[in-house]
């Protein structure tokens, strides 16, 4: 099926570990992008990137990098978690051209760090 | 910085009955506004997407319509069912690339 795969679904980290979040669209979206979503916060947007070769800062980028791998893929990395960055993160893409067709997102990945 | 409030924060109704959930920006310069829907751990399911050009949308028993002038924007949703039970969350796009949430509606549809 179309659409937006993220992976691990649900992860566990120790304070201190790195790990990267996987995301890929099979839509030919030029527009990726990551969110966490916090209890009475919302979504946030960590980081996007507009077209493949592009990446630009959110609203909470510090402590995340991102590579956009190639224009299916767009990658979160955690260099050292802390407790802090446990939340439900979510991948979303979208056309933007003339006009903006809304935003398609992945299931999501559930990561605790303790 | 444009913030987006949604009302009622959470709402109960009985089945069958037609209900209304509120969006308002503080700027508002909307240029696109979509609407979500989230089930208890899951992801966002695009319902509705109000382009530019449009002041409303319909799909189903659902219809969503913009006021730009006044940066408000409703969801209206028809004879309300048990399985639309679920959060609702509207998005505005303002320009450089990215959407701003606000954070949602819970709804329950009681049978």
């Known amino acids: 099926n179309a659409g937006v795969t993220q992976t691990p679904k649900f992860q566990v980290l120790k304070t201190g570990q790195s790990m990267t979040l996987q995301c890929a669209q099979d839509?030919?979206?030029?527009?990726m992008y990551w969110y966490r979503q916090d209890p009475g916060m919302g979504l946030r947007l960590i980081y996007y990137?507009?077209?493949?070769?592009?990446?630009d800062k959110g609203e909470v980028p510090n402590g995340y990098n991102v590579s956009r791998l190639n224009k299916r893929e767009f990658s979160l990395r955690l260099e050292s978690a802390a407790p802090s960055q446990t939340s439900v993160y979510f991948c979303?893409?979208?056309?933007?051209?003339?006009?903006?067709?809304?935003?398609?997102f992945g299931s999501g990945t559930r990561l605790t760090v303790v | 910085k444009q913030e987006v409030t949604q009302i009622p924060a959470a709402l109960s109704v009985p089945e069958g009955e037609n209900l209304v959930l509120n969006c308002s920006f503080t700027?508002?310069?909307?240029?696109?506004l979509q609407w979500f829907r989230q089930d208890p751990g899951k992801g966002l399911t695009s319902l509705l997407l109000?382009?530019?050009?449009?002041r409303e949308q319909t799909s189903g028993r659902l219809n969503a319509s913009l006021d730009k002038s006044s940066g408000r924007s409703t969801l209206y949703i028809a004879a309300s069912q048990p399985g639309d039970s679920a959060t609702y969350l509207c998005?505005?796009?303002?320009?450089?690339?990215?959407?701003?949430f606000g954070t949602g509606t819970r709804l329950k549809v009681l049978a």
């Open positions: 998005a505005g796009y303002s320009g450089t690339y990215k959407y701003i």
């Open positions: 700027d508002s310069a909307i240029y696109n």
């Open positions: 839509m030919n979206h030029n527009s």
């Open positions: 109000i382009q530019s050009s449009q």
């Open positions: 990137s507009a077209s493949e070769g592009t990446t």
């Open positions: 979303a893409s979208s056309v933007v051209k003339d006009s903006w067709w809304g935003y398609t």
